[in-house]
Structure formats: structure tokens, C-alpha cells
């Protein structure tokens, strides 16, 4: 019932045309029904196929393949899938095992010759040599009737009462999320005799709308009037905040149905009449275009299509917190898993991959992209070559067999670096993307320890830097040697300067500094820093190499216990950078929007011969969702701690945006404001990215972070003072946070001002070419 069936032309057909626009190519079609559906499996009925489809890297079978043959003999277990006869054991088990009070009819309908295309949609069939197994095997414990297909027995046949064969292949199948609000009911007003609209049905009903089919051949036949009525009426439903207004079903003409014939017909409805019982107003709504399955944006205001499911879920530990493994179990309906040993796909198991608490950044999101290395990235070593895929919410596998499997959790460099070697460029992260690498994994993943001013700037006075008493730091910042800080005066400065819920005792846990004591040598009369791990009875002075005993010296210092910074916590230049990268990847990955998703990478450089190589200091793929519509795209970023944007920071950002059309762009810095000459690069690149690229999307989108988000606890909006949280209170997602940074920083109008004013342009443009006289060629 929810397998779509996606047609497949060369050149779509002109009942596909909408006027005034083209219809749509046959590619785009193919490739939108694909992403629409997100199918595990193709079966091929067409002769042949293009080339992209087979570039999905799909499996596809031919339809002889899907049963097991026995002797010569189709079997009657599939191969791919659950057979209809383990269904009807278990159907068997829950409704006609015992009488129950309000008992199921088990029903197979003999379709007609006349309109059976369109009746077998409707009904579903079977097989012959399935539909004797099930007569040998559960006609008489069921009861099975075969009553005749007519249109004046359509309304009695498809009560609720009846489990015929399209109904029960959505037995123990939940519908998770749902359609936009008011278009989860429609009346199809179709032309039975034509195989487009039946399939056009079909697709419909894939989508998991409620639909009722209404063929313009049995509009006088009472079965279908009274279908119609019912079908109305229990659609209709009112707004919980509006007792005057209503969701109501709507009327839907096919491709070889016209708006005038649907609108004589609905005029002769009288609904008011036969529910008067009900609130007076509308019962439904004509719409004159049929849901744009296949179109990316459309899809989304149109409806959508709704994810179905088996009952079964369960949470997966990982069993080694270092090494970040998983044990695969797999999940399988309770009434599948009797033939599996004979079967090449049972059904697929979706993983949903959220991580908390990883001190490494872990894939959570992955591109629709089917390319070798990706491939191998997400199947891992145990995994076995076409088993696994990346569907539509993560990734996707086939179940083969009831055994469990050991598998470690793909992290976001791997598949990252593996997108990029599809697209045949060599990536590895950086110096400074190691160095980033090794600070996240110190700070267990939560770098917001470290997302305030004075903090930042005593682990870089500690390194040697000059920073001023906010903690940025002094013009002309000159580096020397390490220096110590006494305990107690970190412990007041860490106090002082964090107001959120981090405690002192949290930077000590995840090593940012390293406990020893100071003491002057007694020769050369020189303080030395002696780290806890040296002290000994007798010690070395570093700086003259004369040993001192520990006693009578080190009593002599009060407070002799100092601090340094440890480890990758020790490099100056707040990091190389890698401070500000972690602070912006967190906020975009945890701090901004709960439901935004991510796979990113720190630092990297990438080569491809011929090509100039790609530097970022970070990347990500992501995922949106917000009001039930999700978006998805790429992400590139240039981070500076305290530093300017240069000419070849911007020139390596645009050569990104010229790589990757759709990428957002992001300009991070953890100061509050930017200069001039950063304004006018920033907007010259802005403006080149507005670009309307795909619906309510630009081609290169940029964003830009300063102090102001990246420096606090609250996220946009709230970050902003009362007149910014005012004016762009309604941020919800990625691309509009761009959009709103823009206004802010760079001065400049909203991206559907700026798309309006051209759409104007071009419409006065064409006004002007339209009335201008026309020249004529005398020669």
C-alpha cells in the first residue's frame, strides 16, 4: 500500500504540463519520487532504465526474482520482503483464532475485467500460486469469501469490518510524523480507464494521505454518492482554538480530469443537508493541481510524505566508550522471522543516530550521495556491500538474518573525508584540526567550558600571550614562555568568570592544567617551576644544573603551588585558532537549535590534482527541522579568535562557494563587532550568495558569528539586546539565523526583499520589451 510506482519516461507526457509552466523533465521526475519515497528496493517492470537510476546504486530486481523457485516452480516465500502467508498467521492468531466480539471478515475480491487496473488498486490481488497457498492453507480457518467486485458494492466492501488483500499488507504498520496540517484527506476524481491516473492514486495513497477514489465513470451510482458523503463528513474536523473553522477534505482533479468537470460535479453536493447536526460551513475544498510528489519544495507545502514503520523499536548500547562499538541486533516483525534463512531481505532496520556526551565528533547526519568510499564509510568493516545505505533520516540496513553484528559508530571524519574522495579530492585535517581534535576530546565534548572572554584569556596569559583585563588581547600581542599562576588565584578567576553551570572542579577533571610547585633554586636565586610527577628529595635547577635538596627549600616559598596549562591547552594563539573553531562548531551543533543535526569536521586541507586545494577550518553536513519541514545542506567555515578577515580568507571561502553551489559559508569571530573593510568583503560576498539558487533557498547563503553568540549561554535571539530580539523573534533554523546575521552585521535586507525587488525588475523588464515597438527589416 505505501510502495510508490514510479513512472518512467523520456520525455513526460503533456498531461503533465501546468500551465503556464513546463512540465517537468522525466529525470527530475524519477530522481523527486526516489527522494520522495526513499525506497529500499526497485523493481524493474520497464525494459530498460536510464543510467541515473542505476547510478542510485539501489538493488533492483526483476519481478520473477522476488519469489524463491522450488523445482521449476515459483515458491511461495519471497525473497525480498515478508509473505503474505506469514501475515495471515499472524492476523489469524489476533482476530479469528477466537470469536471476538466485533469480528473481521477476511475477504478476496474477484476483480473485473471492465476498470480492473483500477479495482486491483483499490483491492489488491494475488498471484495465482499464491492465492492457492492461501486457500489450502487459510481459507476454511478464516473463512475467506470471495464476494464480486461491482461499483454498487464499492461503499459495503471497503468497510472497516473487511481485510482485503491492499489492507493487509499494512498490518502492524505505524505512520510516524505526519502530513502538514490539512492535507491528510482528498477525494481523487479520476478517469478509471487511464492507467496515469491509477497510478497517480496509487502514488497518492503511497504518501499516506487518506484517500477515496472517485472515478467520473460511477458519479450516479449511490455507492459511490454515499462514499463520498461519509468520506466528507468524518474529514471534516474544527480547530481546537476556532470552533468556526475547519480541516476539511479536498477535492483533487487527475491528469485526465478537468477542473470544470470537478467543479459541476461538487456543486451538486448538498452536504449541509445530510449533516445537520453539524456546525454550518465548509465540508471541503477544490484543489486544482495534484501534489507535487517529486518536487523537493513543493513536497513540503503540499503535503509531504509520511514515514511507515513496523511496532518494534530498541535503544543500542555502546559497549566501549573508548572505542565507541555497538552491537547490532537486529529487529524483524515477530511473524517474519519464520523463513529467514531462505531470504535475501526480510525488511530494513533505520538508525536514528543521536550522540550525547562522545569526546569526538560522531556522523550524525549523512549526504543522499551513493559514492564508493561513502559506501564502505557507513558499512564498515563487517558490513557487507549493498546491505547498508543512507535513507532518508540516517542510515539504512537490510535484514538478512536474526544474527547480531558488532559495528563502531561512524564518526564524522570518516564520512566526511569519504563524501570529499568520492568527489575526488584527498582530505586529512590540519595542524591545527588535530590540535582541535585533541582539545575536544580533553574538554569530553563540551566546549562550551571554555566559551567566555576571561577564561580565554588566562589560559592564553598562561601561554606567554598579553591579553588585556576582558581578556582580549594587547595590540602587537607578543608571545613569550609559559607562565604559573598560584592556585588560589586561578580558582578566583575561573570563579569570577564563569556564570554558568561549569565549576571549577570541571577544568581540573578534563586536564586543562597541570598542578606543580615554585620554588627559587638556592645557587642562581631563580624561580623554578617544578611539575607534582618531579619532585623528589634532590632536584635539578633547569636554568644552572646544580642539584638543592627539596627540604629547606621549597618550605622557604609561600604559596608555592602553581598551575599550568596542560597538554594541547598549552599552545599559544588561543590554540592556533582551534579555541574559536571548537566554540563555533559547538554552537551550531548544540547550542543554537535542539533540532538541528550534524556530522562536522574541525580544520582540513584537501587535494585534488590539477585543482587548488580546499582549506576550512570547518565543515559540516546538516539537517533542519523545524515546523515539520526539514532542510538539509552543506557548511563551510572560516574561524578567528581575535583576528581580522584577510583578502585570502575570503578568496578561499569563495572558492568554496564556486565548489560547492548551496553551502553556507560562516564567518566566526570572537569579537562583538567588525571592521569597515570586513563589512564591505563580507557584503560583496553576501550579495554574490543571495543568488536564488533552489525555493526559498540562496546558492551560497552566508552566515556570521561573532562574540555576541558565541560568548554566552543564550542562543539567538535571546543573545541579542531587546530591539534585535524583537525585530527577528521568529528564528527557527540555519538559513534563517543567516538571513537575520546579515541584517545585523552587514546592514543589508531580507533575502525575500531582495528576491521581491528583483522578481520586480524582471517583470518591468518584460512589460517594457512586450509594448516596445518592434523594428522591421525593410532590405
Not at 531470504?343 to 569526546?359: I, P
Not at 543554537?592 to 585534488?608: E, I, K
Request: aromatic share 12%; charged share 25%.
Amino acid at each position: 500500500m505505501y510502495y510508490p510506482i514510479i513512472p518512467v519516461y523520456k520525455r513526460m507526457p503533456a498531461s503533465w504540463r501546468e500551465r503556464p509552466f513546463k512540465s517537468p523533465l522525466a529525470k527530475d521526475v524519477v530522481q523527486g519520487y526516489l527522494e520522495a519515497f526513499d525506497p529500499d528496493i526497485l523493481v524493474q517492470f520497464a525494459t530498460e532504465l536510464p543510467a541515473y537510476v542505476a547510478e542510485s546504486q539501489l538493488k533492483i530486481v526483476k519481478p520473477e526474482n522476488v519469489w524463491n523457485v522450488r523445482k521449476g516452480n515459483l515458491g511461495i516465500d519471497p525473497t525480498l520482503g515478508i509473505g503474505v502467508l506469514d501475515l495471515l498467521s499472524d492476523v489469524f492468531e489476533e482476530c479469528f483464532k477466537y470469536k471476538a466480539r466485533y469480528q473481521f471478515k477476511a475477504i478476496i475480491p474477484e476483480i473485473p475485467k471492465q476498470f480492473g487496473l483500477f479495482w486491483a488498486s483499490v483491492f489488491g490481488e494475488y498471484p495465482s500460486h499464491i492465492s492457492e497457498a492461501i486457500d489450502a492453507h487459510f481459507a476454511e480457518p478464516m473463512e475467506i469469501e470471495r464476494p464480486k467486485v461491482t461499483p454498487e458494492a464499492f461503499l459495503d466492501l471497503t468497510e472497516q469490518m473487511f481485510l482485503f488483500p491492499r489492507r493487509i499488507t499494512v498490518w502492524n504498520l505505524e505512520s510516524n510524523g505526519r502530513l502538514r496540517f490539512g492535507r491528510d484527506a482528498c477525494i481523487y476524481f479520476m478517469d478509471a480507464s487511464q492507467v496515469e491516473d491509477v497510478v497517480d492514486y496509487w502514488n497518492l495513497r503511497a504518501t499516506g494521505r487518506a484517500v477515496l477514489p472517485l472515478p467520473k465513470q460511477f458519479l450516479q451510482h449511490e455507492s459511490f454518492k454515499k462514499a463520498v458523503h461519509e468520506f466528507l463528513l468524518r474529514e471534516r474536523r474544527v480547530w481546537a482554538h476556532d470552533p468556526t473553522s475547519f480541516d476539511v477534505a479536498s477535492f483533487i482533479p487527475s491528469r485526465h480530469s478537468t477542473m470544470e468537470e470537478l467543479s459541476t460535479y461538487a456543486q451538486t453536493l448538498n452536504l449541509n443537508a445530510m449533516g445537520s447536526d453539524k456546525p454550518k460551513g465548509d465540508y471541503f475544498s477544490l484543489q486544482h493541481w495534484y501534489p507535487r510528489i517529486w518536487n523537493q519544495w513543493a513536497r513540503g507545502k503540499d503535503g509531504g510524505v509520511v514515514d511507515q514503520y513496523g511496532t518494534d523499536e530498541d535503544s543500542i548500547d555502546i559497549t566501549s566508550a573508548s572505542e565507541l562499538e555497538m552491537r547490532i541486533k537486529p529487529l524483524i516483525p515477530k511473524f517474519g522471522k519464520e523463513n529467514w534463512f531462505r531470504s535475501e531481505g526480510l525488511c530494513v532496520n533505520e538508525f536514528d543516530l543521536r550522540m550525547y556526551g562522545a569526546d569526538e565528533h560522531l556522523a550524525e547526519v549523512y549526504p543522499r550521495a551513493r559514492g564508493k568510499n561513502l559506501i564502505y564509510a557507513i558499512s564498515g568493516i563487517t558490513g557487507t556491500r549493498g546491505e547498508w545505505r543512507i535513507g532518508r533520516h540516517g542510515l539504512v540496513k537490510i535484514v538478512r538474518s536474526l544474527m547480531s553484528e558488532p559495528r563502531k559508530v561512524p564518526s564524522s571524519e570518516e564520512v566526511f573525508f569519504a563524501w570529499l574522495a568520492d568527489h575526488g579530492w584527498t582530505a586529512a585535517l590540519s595542524p591545527p584540526g588535530i590540535l582541535a581534535k585533541q582539545i575536544y576530546k580533553k574538554l569530553s565534548g563540551t566546549p562550551r567550558l571554555i566559551a567566555n572572554k576571561s577564561t580565554l584569556g588566562l589560559i592564553e596569559h598562561m601561554n606567554g600571550g598579553s591579553v588585556n583585563r576582558d581578556g582580549t588581547p594587547m595590540r602587537g600581542n607578543r608571545i613569550g614562555g609559559e607562565r604559573e599562576i598560584p592556585v588560589g588565584t586561578v580558582k578566583n578567576m575561573l570563579k569570577g568568570s564563569n556564570k554558568s553551570s561549569f565549576r571549577y572542579d570541571d577544568f581540573i577533571e578534563r586536564g586543562v592544567f597541570k598542578l606543580g610547585w615554585k620554588t627559587k633554586c638556592p645557587n642562581c636565586q631563580r624561580s623554578t617551576w617544578f611539575a607534582l610527577p618531579t619532585l623528589r628529595e634532590s632536584m635539578e635547577c633547569p636554568k644552572c644544573l646544580t642539584s638543592f635538596a627539596a627540604a629547606g627549600n621549597i618550605e622557604q616559598t609561600s604559596n608555592g603551588w602553581h598551575y599550568r596549562t596542560a597538554g594541547p591547552f598549552s599552545v599559544p594563539n588561543y590554540a592556533d585558532g582551534a579555541f574559536a573553531v571548537l566554540l563555533t562548531l559547538d554552537f551550531l551543533g548544540d547550542q543554537m537549535f535542539t533540532l538541528l543535526r550534524t556530522t562536522s569536521v574541525p580544520s582540513f586541507v584537501a587535494t585534488s590534482p590539477g585543482k587548488p586545494n580546499l582549506e576550512a577550518d570547518l565543515a559540516m553536513f546538516w539537517k533542519d527541522s523545524a515546523y515539520g519541514e526539514k532542510t538539509e545542506g552543506l557548511l563551510f567555515g572560516e574561524c578567528k579568535t581575535y583576528g581580522l578577515f584577510e583578502a585570502k580568507d575570503f578568496e578561499r571561502m569563495q572558492y568554496l562557494a564556486d565548489s560547492f553551489p548551496g553551502a553556507v559559508l560562516v564567518f566566526s569571530t570572537l569579537r562583538e563587532s567588525l571592521t569597515k573593510k570586513e563589512i564591505v568583503a563580507l557584503t560583496r560576498l553576501a550579495k554574490a550568495g543571495r543568488k536564488y539558487w533552489r525555493p526559498e533557498r540562496p546558492i551560497n547563503p552566508v552566515l556570521i558569528l561573532t562574540g555576541n553568540e558565541l560568548l554566552t549561554a543564550a542562543h539567538p535571539p535571546f543573545c541579542w539586546d531587546k530591539s534585535l530580539h524583537e525585530r527577528f523573534s521568529r528564528i527557527h533554523d540555519l538559513l534563517s539565523l543567516s538571513d537575520a546575521t546579515q541584517q545585523i552585521y552587514l546592514n543589508l535586507p531580507s533575502w525575500s526583499e531582495d528576491w521581491h525587488k528583483n522578481r520586480e525588475k524582471r517583470r518591468v523588464r518584460r512589460e517594457e520589451r512586450s509594448t516596445a515597438p518592434r523594428q522591421k527589416d525593410k532590405r
